[in-house]
């Protein structure tokens, strides 16, 4: 017992007065962005975007078809096809955006299809 107390007082003691043992230091280590840090990665042409603010090219569009991505430029139309997500008809080929009777706001077909939400 007076062995275990002895090692106690001459190794571990010293090491608690002092702030303990060192660790791996964090050099190289990349820590991850602070909370509430803005990372703006722009996306490349064609990639998935939302708006235009998303891409590069400072234009996002379906080009006609049903996913939006980043257009390289303007030649490029940002109208989409039927059944995708829209806030006004002129995202849409068909000119026309609505429910169709459901939730949700989507490029219909086209005017026989009621813009009614419910």
């Known amino acids: ?14 090491l608690l007065a002092c702030g303990g043992m060192d660790m791996a230091s ?8 602070e909370m509430g840090s803005v990372q703006s990665e722009l996306q490349p042409n064609w990639a ?3 708006g235009d603010a998303d891409c590069t090219s400072n234009r ?9 991505v980043c257009l390289p430029n303007s030649t490029y139309p940002k109208q989409c096809g039927n059944w995708t997500a ?3 008809d ?3 080929t068909s000119n026309w955006c609505g429910c169709n009777g459901g939730q ?10 009621p813009k009614t939400c419910t």
């Open 1 to 14: 017992m007076k062995r275990q107390s002895l090692f106690l007082a001459l190794v571990v003691l010293p």
């Open 26 to 33: 964090d050099e190289g280590v990349t820590s991850a962005p």
């Open 48 to 50: 998935s975007c939302s």
């Open 60 to 68: 996002c569009g379906c080009n006609g078809g049903t996913a939006r």
């Open 86 to 88: 829209c806030n006004s």
């Open 90 to 92: 002129s995202q849409c």
């Open 104 to 113: 949700v706001k989507q490029c219909l077909p086209n005017t026989s299809y």
